[in-house]
């Protein structure tokens, strides 16, 4: 065997050496300040429903790709939301307005820590009337 040095800087690799190297490169754990939170609609009627996406990486901005539901939450001040799903660093969960029109947020955790992108903010706004009725008198 031989003695190989490695020389690790950003966006290279280099060795001294004749043995061939082989070098794995993995993301970090989930990190929920560097993770992102949005959501498909921003203004929804009472009851309806929208998607909210959860971006999770590691500390340096890397798909958190083993990610799954229970490392992470999304919990609303007045809606709902379930179930979530994860795949390749990615989380989405659906979201279902309130019967009652105002402001709602989606606190979105990852492994307890805020996400870096802070709550999801939703408004909630009354629907059209289900109905209409004339009285004649």
């Known amino acids: 065997a031989e003695t190989a040095y490695v020389v ?14 082989e070098v794995a490169v993995t993301a970090n754990v989930p990190d929920g300040g ?13 009851g309806d429903t929208t998607t909210i996406f959860m971006y999770v990486t590691d500390v340096y901005g890397n798909p958190a790709l083993t ?17 979530i799903t994860c795949a390749l660093g990615t989380c989405i969960a659906r979201y279902t307005a309130p019967t009652a029109p105002g402001p709602d947020n989606v606190q979105p955790d990852v492994g307890g ?14 629907g059209a009337p289900a109905a209409l009725a004339i009285a004649v008198a």
């Open 113 to 126: 820590v805020t996400v870096g992108s802070g709550l999801v903010p939703l408004t909630v706004e009354a």
């Open 8 to 21: 690790a800087t950003e966006g290279a690799v280099t060795t001294t050496g004749t043995d061939r190297l």
């Open 34 to 46: 560097a993770s992102t939170a949005s959501s498909a609609a921003s203004t929804l009627a009472v």
């Open 67 to 83: 990610v799954q539901p229970a490392d992470v939450s999304m919990s609303p001040n007045f809606g709902a939301v379930g179930p």
